[in-house]
């Protein structure tokens, strides 16, 4: 008697929840009936954005359980695909590695430093901070400035960082840094971390600009002792939306690194050191030709990036409370 009580409690919540569902379902059919209008005036994106953005994903999930060449039609080949990914590919694991590195150091470093410089850069008069934005918002929008670093950080005496620590002393011979596997992914990272400031950090901006002046009036009145209590109960709740746009963009960039490492550290880098998972994805897909095996390193980081998506709502979930 008492083994069964659980399974009727179970298969009771199974049934309220499915009639709930229902329900639910029930109340936004007839919502989208009345607003049909809208939804009409919305369908010539909502075809495009299936067309260009859904479509290929389910695609790319498809062939991810195929073996596909281009030349030949696909054979699937069930979990093949994964199974020598995550047992049998090494590479894979590395660059796996060194992604997470790159997402860990990057990505909230990156997402922290454009909310200050934005923070701080908001309490500026109006032509100082439209010129602090422009510098801070430049490097995300120059295209392949980041070359520039392949001359800072040259491997000869002409490069300026081994010119710099030379005069110094602090070295006596020049430093391989782009070949070096100890140096190349620091150096990455920086440059990663210098390129990520601009669009969150604009969006920052818009978002600091638009908080209700009021608000910090009433805050005063209700309590509030200083400019940290102030951020975190006024302005934060406020930014939501912008601190989520800005998470997104982070994790996309953070997870999305391969031009970088490509033009910095060569393709392939010495080692694979400077390997991440997009860039196993170029080899296979566009090198090798492997759609199936290329599809299924992008499901794979598919994945990732919703989960830490996931994470990051959770976390802003709790701003300002």
């Not at 490492?261 to 010495?270: D, I």
Request: proline residues 4%; positive net charge; contains cysteine.
């Amino acid at each position: 008697m008492s083994s069964s009580t659980p399974v009727t409690r179970d298969s009771s919540f199974f049934k309220k929840y499915v009639a709930l569902r229902k329900h639910e379902a029930g109340i936004a059919w007839k919502k989208m009936k009345l607003s049909r209008n809208c939804y009409l005036f919305l369908l010539p994106y909502a075809a495009l954005f299936t067309m260009f953005y859904v479509f290929p994903v389910v695609a790319s999930i498809y062939y991810s359980f195929t073996y596909y060449n281009i030349l030949e039609s696909p054979r699937f080949i069930g979990l093949s695909n994964y199974i020598s990914l995550i047992l049998e590919d090494d590479i894979f694991l590395l660059g796996v590695k060194n992604t997470l590195m790159i997402a860990i150091v990057t990505g909230p470093l990156g997402y922290i430093m454009s909310f200050l410089f934005a923070w701080l850069i908001n309490e500026l008069p109006r032509w100082v901070r439209s010129v602090a934005v422009i510098v801070f918002y430049a490097p995300s929008i120059a295209g392949n400035c980041y070359v520039i670093f392949s001359v800072f950080f040259r491997g000869d005496a002409y490069g300026y960082v081994n010119a710099l620590l030379m005069n110094m002393g602090i070295i006596d011979t020049p430093k391989l840094w782009l070949i070096d596997p100890k140096y190349m992914l620091p150096i990455c990272m920086i440059v990663i971390l210098w390129m990520s400031l601009g669009t969150g950090f604009l969006s920052f901006v818009a978002g600091l600009q638009g908080v209700d002046k009021s608000q910090f009036e009433a805050g005063y009145m209700d309590g509030i002792k200083n400019r940290w209590q102030e951020l975190w109960y006024i302005t934060l709740p406020n930014m939501k939306p912008m601190l989520m746009f800005g998470a997104v963009m982070s994790i996309t960039q953070a997870f999305g690194v391969c031009d970088v490492t490509m033009a910095l550290c060569g393709y392939p880098s010495t080692d694979y050191a400077a390997r991440t998972i997009v860039t196993h994805l170029f080899d296979y897909g566009f090198s090798r030709f492997e759609m199936g095996y290329a599809c299924a390193i992008a499901t794979i980081l598919f994945l990732m990036m919703i989960l830490c998506n996931k994470a990051i709502q959770s976390l802003l979930r709790r701003v300002g409370t």
